[in-house]
């Protein structure tokens, strides 16, 4: 059946089908596209408040999809060749006690690195990233303007990302 | 190392409201290798998940974790000690030229200051404030609560200190608490400027900002409730009963404490103040959906509503 979304896609499936290809579709950009129009069709969505920004919001997942189960094969098959000639851990057992140490001392560092940025970077950045609102409605709450807020995500950002490589390689 | 302008599209494509895709479009274009930065910062942005911290307040403690509970206070006396070894070269330095008096008053007592710039401060009971006999535009909030009705000047704004905290007035009236645990601003007209030399968050009109132990916050606030006590009366909304049980104490002069569960409770409306307290508890408790008990010289507020011969005459 066809919505308002599916007449905004057409009208926007050049645009569209540039878009994927710039974010790296290559050949593939052809089918994804098909593959969102199918998903369009499937389901009605009823009415979108901003639909191309949604069209646009879903070719980005789609994209964002491939390369994280990409990444997770490659690390499979990595862990496979590494794990190989070791024991393999049964992946049906609970967490163990030992892993939720680690996760709660990880969650400890990560609490740490978001209070010494200072009160304002951290409650922007949990507004943000954990409570999911937008930067135009923590900049009104705060009376700050939106470039504040966006170098105050940035900065925490960039200490969250650097905490989390380090426990990755720790 | 982290792509800074990748990073920078990370933030912009993540806000909900995003939506020029257009310009997006335009970097990706310029480079092939934007799109895989991108992609490997947003992979790892999702990866945050499993060390955020969910809840967007700090964690209950177990009391059996010594770990965090350490951790926590230690930061402090550092920060603390910092901030002692500040106010002691300043105070050095002011003594010589200023002339700070201090004014306390007792639970349950309220006293009004005018400054010599046509600045008021009303002082709730409870509470130690510090003046400076030569310089107006100067007040601190040690403990307790006070109202500030300041008369502004672009020129020469009015600051009150709280800890480490500095207040900036913008021509305004409201209204701060300050305990062990937390400081609460309140702001009716006008603008004030929360720490404006580092965080620099402007509250307006009808704005509140809390500061306690699960970090900074900022909501909305009834003008029409900011310092209410100055006419007898409180109000609240979704204010958690363990602050309303010490600002009732600090006006009336009692003293109140709660139970926890009593405290972690929730209350929205208005409060009338009452010199008596027998009379102002049997009114107060239920509306809170509590009950008051004598307990010594004080009243303890414990959860549920008042038994059948439960009550204060028992």
Redesign the interface.
């Known amino acids: 059946m066809a919505t308002g979304l599916s007449a905004i896609f057409m009208a926007n499936r050049a ?1 569209l089908l ?2 994927l290809r ?3 579709a290559g050949e593939d950009a052809e089918d994804l596209l098909q593959d969102m129009w199918m998903k369009l069709e499937a389901k009605d969505l009823g009415p979108v408040s ?1 639909p ?2 949604y069209l ?2 879903m070719a ?1 997942n789609l ?2 999809d491939r ?2 189960s990409a ?1 997770r094969r490659e690390r499979r098959e990595q862990d496979w060749a590494e794990g190989a000639g070791g024991v393999m851990a049964d992946p049906t057992e609970d967490i163990a006690v030992d892993d939720r140490m680690v ?1 709660n001392e ?7 690195v ?2 010494d940025l ?3 970077v ?2 922007v950045f ?1 507004r ?9 409605v923590i900049a009104d ?4 303007s939106l470039t504040t807020v ?1 170098k105050d ?2 900065k925490a ?2 200490a ?6 380090k ?1 990755d390689t720790e | 190392m982290i792509n800074e302008e990748a990073l920078g599209w990370v933030v912009r494509t993540r806000d909900p409201d995003f939506a020029d895709w257009d310009a997006f479009t335009a970097w990706l274009e310029a480079d092939r290798a934007h799109a895989s930065a991108y992609d490997a910062l947003m992979l790892a942005d999702s990866e945050l998940d499993s060390i955020l911290p969910s809840e967007p307040v700090a964690m209950p403690v177990a009391a059996n974790d010594p770990g965090l509970r350490t951790r926590r206070p230690l930061r402090w006396i550092g920060g603390g000690a910092i901030a002692a070894a500040l106010v002691a070269t300043v105070s050095i330095a002011v003594l010589n030229r200023s002339d700070i008096y201090s004014v306390t008053t007792r639970p349950g007592e309220t006293r009004v200051i005018a400054l010599d710039d046509g600045t008021t401060v009303e002082l709730n009971g409870g509470t130690t404030m510090r003046f400076d006999r030569k310089d107006a535009r100067f007040a601190a909030l040690d403990t307790g609560e006070a109202a500030f009705t300041v008369r502004h000047d672009e020129a020469n704004p009015f600051r009150v200190t709280v800890g480490d905290t500095v207040f900036e007035d913008a021509g305004t009236v409201f209204n701060i608490v300050h305990t062990d645990a937390a400081t609460r601003i309140g702001v009716s007209e006008g603008k004030v400027i929360y720490n404006p030399q580092a965080e620099a968050i402007a509250l307006r009109a009808g704005r509140a900002l809390a500061e306690d132990a699960q970090g900074l916050r900022v909501m909305d606030i009834a003008p029409a409730a900011v310092a209410s006590w100055r006419q007898g009366r409180l109000v609240y909304a979704n204010a958690a009963v363990g602050d309303i049980s010490q600002d009732i104490g600090r006006s009336l002069g009692v003293t109140l404490t709660a139970t926890p569960g009593a405290r972690a409770m929730r209350f929205t409306g208005t409060i009338r103040l009452d010199r008596d307290p027998a009379l102002f508890f049997a009114q107060a408790a239920p509306l809170m959906g509590l009950t008051a008990v004598r307990r010594g010289d004080g009243w303890l507020l414990q959860e549920g509503p008042t038994k059948e011969g439960n009550g204060p005459q028992s």
Do not use: C, H, S
Not at chain 1, 106 to 112: E, F, N, P
Not at chain 1, 128 to 135: D, L, M
């Open positions: 645009a540039r878009f710039a974010r790296g901003d191309l920004p646009y919001r980005n994209m964002l390369y994280r990444t996760l990880q969650l400890d560092q990560a609490r740490a978001l209070r200072g009160p304002r951290e409650m949990r943000f990233r954990i409570e999911g609102v937008g930067q135009r709450e705060l009376g700050v966006e995500l940035q950002y960039r969250m990302l650097m905490l989390k490589q426990l």
